[in-house]
């Protein structure tokens, strides 16, 4: 509307005066209905039509700006639920220290001094297939962004369950191709350490890591993928 009034004030102002109140022209963009403007009397009709389309400039950058933060807000609002699907499921002090270090290193809760040296950073999960591949599944978001981005190689396969919550696991490939079963057995590791362990089927997309990307200045665990497949599976270690 602010746009509006500028431009129709623009288009009209060869019969306005300075001193009006407001003015009445057809709006072009509804049928040449006719539209009542408000004015300021101190400003000529050009000043009037300068100070809507100020406005209008005004309105959109701050439109823009909230945008921006609602996506901030969503994106640390997905974070902070993977964070509390890892304290859930974490069962040792160890694993408590890490997240609380990656809490600390992202300035959501301040460092807690401590005498005590730093332990040693624990290891991900990890498990052999029936068709003896090694299969490695992330503790937290500090540790999956280790094991999918440092760890693995290019080649090996990278599985998350979709759109939830969960450990990033790798199956470790060797050179080798990875079988299907193996894939599965991954699939459902990967089903159990997550938000949907209880859950009866999980969807689970798994891709080459090669296909893996770390968006600029992503929170910590985040990765994005464009081709994958995806299986349905129950969550278990068996």
């Not at 057809?26 to 100070?51: F, G, H, T, V, W």
């Not at 460092?111 to 029936?130: G, M």
């Not at 990278?158 to 699939?187: R, Y």
Request: charged share 25%; glycine share 4%.
């Amino acid at each position: 509307a602010l746009r509006i009034n500028a431009e129709l004030i623009n288009a009209n102002q060869y019969k306005l005066q300075k001193g009006a109140v407001f003015c009445d022209v057809e709006n072009y963009y509804d049928a040449n209905k006719i539209l009542r403007i408000p004015l300021d009397p101190s400003l000529s009709p050009s000043a009037n039509s300068q100070k809507y389309y100020k406005a209008y400039r005004k309105a959109k950058t701050a439109e823009q700006m909230l945008d921006k933060l609602i996506k901030k807000g969503e994106l640390e609002f997905q974070y902070l639920e993977t964070v509390a699907d890892t304290l859930f499921r974490s069962s040792t002090k160890a694993e408590l220290d890490e997240i609380r270090t990656e809490l600390v290193d992202g300035g959501y809760i301040k460092h807690k001094r401590s005498a005590q040296k730093a332990d040693k950073p624990l290891p991900p999960f990890a498990y052999i297939s029936a068709d003896g591949f090694k299969i490695l599944a992330g503790r937290n978001n500090l540790q999956n962004d280790r094991l999918s981005l440092k760890t693995a190689g290019k080649n090996d396969l990278w599985l998350h369950t979709q759109k939830i919550p969960g450990s990033h696991v790798i199956v470790v490939a060797e050179n080798k191709e990875i079988p299907h079963s193996t894939i599965e057995q991954a699939a459902r590791i990967a089903a159990y350490h997550s938000k949907a362990r209880e859950s009866t089927l999980v969807p689970v997309d798994y891709t080459p890591v090669k296909n893996l990307k770390k968006p600029s200045g992503a929170l910590p665990g985040k990765v994005i993928y464009n081709t994958f497949h995806t299986l349905w599976v129950k969550p278990g270690l068996e």
